[in-house]
């Protein structure tokens, strides 16, 4: 009997993946006749049989991913000619082996994150059950930790995170990314854990990537209007108001505006429901310092623009100082962030959920533009709009962006009061 | 079918089993002329005769070892306890000779000794007591504690067939205060086989003889009040455990609590804790709890056994403490 083993493909492969059996047990094979493929992080490769001789054994399934060196089939030699033509001298091992035969090769069958003790990784307490069915339904120990636990303590109890299963099943189907397994890169790294914000942000954007269909469409204004009147009453809101006016409260005053008549666009979606929200309450992103915090401005559209304008630098400013209450970020129905604070013309900004459209603005910069064939310099500003197309179609995001460019354009303010 | 008492249902076994096999006979205290202190017997001795329901000397140490010697010459004896508090004096009986005598002469031992039990009758701490747990660890003896009339009477059945020593725990306060429908002819319930007496999904409670009836009604109180779904399971055998029940129930609930009248520390109770720790464990969604009458003596004063006796409030709080982990 001669071992077939998982080859080593390259200096840093620790694994390959059997991706497909050439042959079965009790097939007859020859020196060097393809045994199986296996596919690595780099390369995929047939792999020869090292002696001729019946197939004894098939040791995983294909998919399996199984780390190198380990024998994964058996070639019988010593064959006798009857032994090849009587089926019940084959030895009857599976080539799908059963759960117990796998098991006992491959106990890195658990998730990593919980295998790696509890206690070292987590200040939350997980019942034998809960970590159990996160095993089983392959939640990692990260996201136990976001499900809001409804027990004493706020303990994640087993119905906690059966509904989360329920939940994660009629969201759209999360791809599980491989973990590497190529060991350090040459040349050296430094790793550095993710705080907090960080991983909320990874696991926010990642799940709305997965849960919502983006499209994006993109637009331009002319804010020409809106900069000179900014530029003609900068000074006198300053020492009227006690800080700067910014462009912000502008984009939030047409945007509600907009949303009155596209309520759609106000909503999110629940299973097969969609969830028309009655307030408009519009999350304004704030760069921070290690991160990106999206306050809200409640019910918007009860607040005229000089309320707009103080709740937009209310915000702001505690989310810069880190005053923010938990209350104060909840509760938004559609976000504006502004990818052209830095200078740059536009973005394909991640839908915040639950909403379901989240509009970029971009860097409001002098251009030549035509106007009725002749070329002037306007102040224009490129804006996009990524939406969720599972409820929200090119022709109503497309129409929604219009207005609000219409608005942007023609904008109108008697008084600032 | 007939609804009759928990005590009638004993009778009815004990009446059909005589009559069916002329080895059985029944010996203890005041069990013939008198009919039992209880009257479980009563009319047995014009029947059946005095050789065959057998008034005895105040010595329960006699009683057992008669009744051992005469299951070992094919006899059945049925023995009775006047109070299952008695048994102590014949504890060398049962736990030296009876339980061990089938590992050592490979002989069977077809006895079945009868133990009133409980408390909650004003009896006092000589006339109240539930002693299972003290034979619960002898290996070679079975014990038996059924809740129901149903039961009591499948029960006194299969162990006076059993070719073991077979231990029957008759709850005293079940006697007259429960009635259920007992069909007519010969059943027998199997010896090591429990019973869901209702069936929940959120919380499991594992119990036996009285603390049954408390807690199926905790349990439906619970139901009603809050929606929390419980499942009552009632051992019926206490040796040997059904264990795969006891798990099973376990399994599909996460949530185990564990009620018995008896006193908590050292109670069965604790077995089947680390029965369900040990294959259950990862399962496990709360701590398993237990509720069980408090470690004294039973006390005399009506107040005080009230407070030391577990009850449906006392079951009603740890279920609710369940819920809410």
């Not at chain 1, 071992?3 to 079965?24: H, R």
């Not at chain 2, 000794?113 to 006092?124: D, E, F, K, M, N």
């Not at chain 2, 109240?128 to 499948?154: C, I, M």
Request: glycine residues 8%; hydrophobic residues 40%.
């Amino acid at each position: 009997m001669v071992d077939v083993i998982m080859p080593q493909m390259g200096e840093s492969i620790a694994e390959g993946t059997i991706t497909k059996w050439y042959k079965k047990v009790g097939d007859k094979i020859a020196k060097d006749e393809t045994l199986l493929e296996i596919s690595t992080d780099k390369v995929d490769s047939e792999i020869p049989s090292p002696s001729a001789g019946l197939v004894a054994e098939l040791l995983f399934p294909e998919q399996k991913t199984v780390d190198v060196h380990t024998v994964i089939a058996r070639i019988q030699t010593d064959v006798h000619a009857p032994s090849m033509s009587e089926p019940e001298n084959v030895p009857t091992r599976s080539p799908n082996p059963t759960p117990e035969a796998v098991s006992t090769v491959e106990p890195s069958l658990e998730p990593p994150a919980l295998r790696q003790g509890i206690s070292a990784e987590t200040n939350s307490f997980f019942s034998p059950l809960v970590i159990n069915i996160a095993r089983a339904e392959g939640i990692s120990l990260s996201d136990l930790e976001k499900i809001p636990g409804s027990g004493a303590n706020n303990r994640v109890t087993k119905k906690d995170v059966l509904d989360y299963v329920e939940r994660r099943k009629s969201a759209a189907p999360v791809s599980h990314v491989k973990p590497s397994n190529a060991g350090t890169p040459p040349g050296g790294v430094e790793v550095i854990k993710m705080d907090t914000m960080r991983k909320a942000i990874a696991e926010h954007m990642v799940r709305s990537v997965h849960t919502s269909a983006h499209v994006g469409s993109v637009t331009e204004a002319d804010v020409s209007k809106i900069a000179a009147y900014r530029e003609k009453h900068k000074a006198e809101f300053e020492r009227r108001e006690g800080f700067k006016l910014t462009f912000t409260p502008f984009f939030v005053d047409v945007v509600v505006k907009a949303i009155k008549e596209f309520p759609l666009i106000n909503a999110s979606v629940d299973g097969d429901s969609i969830i028309l929200r009655k307030d408009i309450n519009i999350g304004v992103a704030v760069a921070l310092e290690n991160g990106l915090i999206v306050p809200v401005v409640k019910n918007a559209a009860g607040k005229d623009f000089a309320g707009l304008a103080r709740a937009v630098n209310d915000l702001s400013s505690r989310a810069r100082a880190k005053k923010l209450s938990p209350d104060d970020v909840q509760g938004g129905t559609f976000t504006i962030t502004n990818p052209g604070i830095f200078g740059n013309l536009f973005g394909f900004p991640i839908i915040n959920q639950p909403q379901v459209a989240i509009l970029g603005v971009g860097a409001i910069k002098k251009r030549p533009v035509v106007i009725d064939d002749a070329i002037a310099i306007r102040s224009m500003v490129y804006i996009s709009m990524s939406y969720d197309h599972r409820i929200i179609d090119g022709a109503l995001g497309g129409k929604f962006l219009q207005r609000i460019v219409q608005y942007l354009e023609n904008f109108e303010l008697g008084i600032m009061n | 079918m007939p609804v009759i008492s928990y005590i009638d249902a004993i009778s009815k076994g004990l009446w059909e089993e005589m009559e069916r096999d002329s080895s059985v006979f029944l010996l203890g205290e005041d069990i013939g002329e008198y009919g039992g202190a209880f009257k479980v017997t009563k009319g047995f001795l014009d029947h059946f005769g005095s050789d065959r329901v057998v008034d005895t000397v105040l010595a329960e140490s006699a009683i057992l070892g008669a009744a051992t010697g005469a299951a070992l010459v094919g006899m059945r004896p049925v023995a009775e306890m006047q109070f299952a508090d008695f048994v102590t004096c014949g504890f060398n009986q049962l736990v030296n000779n009876s339980a061990s005598i089938h590992y050592r002469w490979n002989l069977p031992v077809p006895m079945v000794v009868r133990l009133p039990s409980g408390a909650g009758i004003h009896g006092g701490p000589f006339h109240s007591r539930n002693p299972e747990a003290w034979f619960f660890h002898q290996p070679g003896l079975k014990l038996v504690a059924p809740s129901t009339p149903y039961d009591a009477k499948g029960l006194i059945k299969a162990a006076i067939r059993d070719p073991n020593p077979v231990l029957y725990f008759e709850h005293k306060r079940l006697y007259r205060h429960i009635k259920g429908e007992v069909p007519d002819g010969d059943y027998v319930v199997e010896i090591g086989r429990g019973d869901v007496k209702r069936s929940g999904n959120d919380i499991s409670v594992i119990s036996y003889g009285s603390a049954v009836h408390f807690s199926l009604e905790a349990a439906e109180t619970l139901e009603k009040q809050e929606g929390v779904s419980v499942e009552v399971v009632d051992l019926r055998t206490l040796m040997p455990l059904d264990k795969e029940l006891i798990l099973s129930s376990v399994r599909k609930t996460g949530k185990v609590l564990i009620v018995h009248e008896d006193t908590l520390t050292g109670g069965i109770g604790g077995e089947i804790a680390a029965l369900i720790a040990e294959f259950a464990f990862e399962y496990l969604d709360a701590p398993i709890k237990r509720v069980g009458a408090i470690d004294t003596p039973t006390p005399f004063a009506p107040t005080l056994e009230e407070y030391f006796l577990p009850n449906k409030e006392k079951v009603l709080a740890a279920l609710r403490n369940l819920a809410a982990y």
